[in-house]
């Protein structure tokens, strides 16, 4: 079983800045990308950004970008999304995933961590 823990989420103000850490554990797998993404109340789960393993690529959903920047952390198992100049709109609960190929579903997820920015 492969677990995922977020965490650094919290309240701040509209243009401050958090840090999100997301750390597997458990079972090895071989890791094709991790993501992130977040969902508010009454609304569909949405992508924020991903990084892929092996290059470091990474992709970014057009409302976050510029002001988000994902990374890793191989020797951690670690993905980091560092988020700047919140907007009250970023409020959401933020989930990590991985999954372990390119074209396979997020398999493992995370608990989530609540970020709520303040007006």
């Known amino acids: 079983q492969v677990q995922l823990v977020e965490s650094g989420g919290g309240l701040v103000q509209a243009g401050g800045s958090l840090r999100l850490s997301c750390t597997a554990s458990g079972r090895t797998f071989s890791t094709y990308d991790m993501a992130w993404f977040r969902q508010t109340p009454g609304k569909e789960r949405e992508f924020v950004a991903r990084i892929i393993w092996i290059d470091d690529i990474a992709y970014y959903a057009d409302t976050i970008k510029d002001r988000f920047l994902i990374s890793r952390d191989n020797a951690k198992n670690t993905v980091y999304l560092q988020m700047n100049n919140l907007k009250p709109e970023d409020t959401a609960i933020y989930y990590c995933?991985?999954?372990?190929?390119?074209?396979?579903?997020?398999?493992?997820w995370g608990q989530g961590t609540q970020v709520t920015v303040s007006s």
């Open positions: 995933t991985a999954r372990s190929s390119r074209y396979g579903t997020y398999d493992y």
